[in-house]
């Protein structure tokens, strides 16, 4: 309640500021493509006059660790900017991740349950997530949950994929998300908003940010509260997000960073799963989920052509779950906590030889440390240390690491990255990665051939680990997963850029692929997997106010042990959108996705049968008006023509919903 009341006395103190405006062409931002902006997968060539200027980030980093225009990476790169963001009114990073080819969320019905994230047939604990080039701590699975992932203050986000973990390490098969945050760097004035959403199923969200610059002091910070009942019952779900960038430029050379983030979500769970029995609703089953950060980073310009970065990352991950339904192993049910501890150190050096050519060299040491207890108390002390007694497993773990890459132009057109990496395990030893991409644009045509090829090691999660039997020790029969994989494409645009079409090959070979033994609950290395699809794209800006964006993904996802579709991996996807800006000020984005060909263990069967799941098609639209100078109202309907459909079987998604708000800019 008190939320609601500040939130609707700043909302009130905003109403006079906001004026009719004025000479609304002038001030309205370029067009932007309703699809994510694509390198080396269809960006089209921006030198021709007649194609609209894009508002995309002018470098990328994450495929190389260098900043490099994203229009000259020679890996599959898709970026989705903060205006395309907003246009699609996306509520998290799972939704802004629709339109990527080669990636699939696949969410347990409502928000605040598990989101699988699929990358070129590799699943969750095999893709790395990157906020800031930093790495979050991963959950037992080995990966780092997407449905907690709020956009309040979100600059961009970098997907590149195709293995990666001889650019950032281990965990990087399917390939990387790295989330980009907001800075106040370079306002001349701060900028402040406030927003408030309501909808269906008793939905409100809101969202304070401020950013701003004084001097050698610059800030970005943004809180959040989402509160909803969701559809079915015991389904509730609540989110508060704090994210916060603070900077000190100490001199021309030395600039100090603090990066923080807050957030913790409680969810009820609305269904558990028990023999043929089929799906059992439990009262009191939820689950709760607390992550916090602190990085502080010092960044010194050493020589014109020598930069230094580094910094030191400390990260708490936790999490609550509870069930009262019985099992095999409990007759009673329990609460089951978790918490992951990390301190992470990273190096990183930039060497600017030549105009054509540079360098990067770093090294990487984390320590973490993970213990889960059963039938322990929630969290009445949120930071308090746990129980000794209840405690059941504990495990500590280091990764050491040191890589080196380079960005090389050797003639005007041809682009090359190599790099190397080495990372050693204390529980799994010591592993070589390496990675080699390369482009090529015509001159003319402006045709971009564009190639790579590269390893990646995934080492087994606490989850995998600790699971032997039904029992929590851990299974030194597991052995860290292997993979080499390449892609290869080209894109072509035409009629001076306002089409662009492009496709890519890749393939993924894996080796030691850990999966489970559904009847005995006990991981194992599989000797051979393959994924292998095509990624097709095609934008169309046929006029400034219009966007139109197609794309089609083929992904054989394959246990060659058994020749068996490995589990949730969709074999087709179709994505479209379409934003119009009929008048100046008002933007309409409509966005769709159907799938089909998905695999998975049927929950309802005793002896774990594998079911095709049936396809479906969902989709949304999202309206936006600037009605006044620094009043904006927006609406949208989810899962437009009210689609009934599962994503993962048993979990439900939502029926169709309407949302509507204001946010007021000062």
Known sequence: MKRFLFLGAALIAALPLAQPMTARAQTTPPPVPSTPTTTATGNADQSASNVPPLTEPEVV??????????????????????????????????????????????????????????????????????????????????????????????????????????????????????????????????????SLEAGSYSTIHDVVTARGAQGAFDWSVAVSSLDTQNQRANNDYDLQNYTGNMGWQISKELRFTLATTHRVSTAQNPAQTVNSSGYINDP???????????????????????????????????IAAHTSLESLMDDEGDTQRTQIDENRFDYDNIFKVTDQLTLTAGSEFSDEKTWQADDGDPFTDIFGDPPVAASNYNNNQTNTSGYLGADWQPVKGWKIDPSFRTDHYSDFGTFANWRFATSYRVAGPQTLFH??????????????????????????????????????????????GKVTLGSTYFQNNISDLIVDNQATSQPYNVNQARTQGVE???TWHPLDQLDIGLGYTYTDAEDLSNHRLLSLRPRNVYTFSVTERPIPGVSVAWSGSALNGV??????????????????????????????????????????FNDKYEEVAGYPALDQGFYGGVKFTF
């Open 61 to 194: 980093v994450t495929a190389t660790r260098i900043p490099e225009p994203a229009d000259d990476s020679a890996s599959s790169v898709t970026v989705v900017t903060r205006q395309q963001i907003d246009e699609n009114q996306y509520q998290n990073v799972a939704q802004a991740l629709e339109q990527v080819p080669g990636v699939e969320v696949e969410t347990s019905g409502t928000p605040g349950q598990l989101d699988t994230l699929i990358i070129r047939g590799a699943t969750t604990n095999e893709n790395l997530i990157l906020v800031d080039g930093k790495r979050l701590p991963a959950d037992l699975a080995g990966g780092f949950d997407l449905t907690d992932m709020t956009l309040d203050n979100v600059e961009r986000i970098e997907v590149v994929r195709g293995p990666l973990s001889g650019v950032q390490g281990g965990s990087a098969m399917g390939g990387v998300i790295n989330i980009i945050t907001q800075d106040g760097k370079g306002l001349e004035k701060p900028e402040y908003s406030v």
């Open 284 to 318: 009191s089953s939820w689950s709760q989920i607390e992550l916090w950060t602190v990085i502080p980073e010092l960044e010194w310009k050493t020589t014109d052509w020598w930069t230094q970065t580094l910094s030191y990352e400390r990260s708490q991950y936790r």
């Open 451 to 496: 190639s790579s090829y590269g390893t990646a090691t995934t080492p087994p999660s606490e989850q995998n680990y600790l699971s032997f039997g039904g029992f929590q020790v851990p299974n030194f029969n597991l052995k860290p997963e292997q993979s080499k994989g390449f892609d290869f494409g080209v894109e072509q645009p035409l009629w001076n």
């Open 536 to 538: 097709n794209t095609a």
């Open 599 to 640: 695999e998975e263990t049927d929950p309802t069967s005793a002896s774990f049968a594998y079911i095709h799941e049936p396809g479906y098609f969902t989709s949304r639209v999202a309206v936006t008006w600037q009605a006044r100078k620094y009043l904006q109202v927006f609406g949208r309907i989810e899962n437009v």
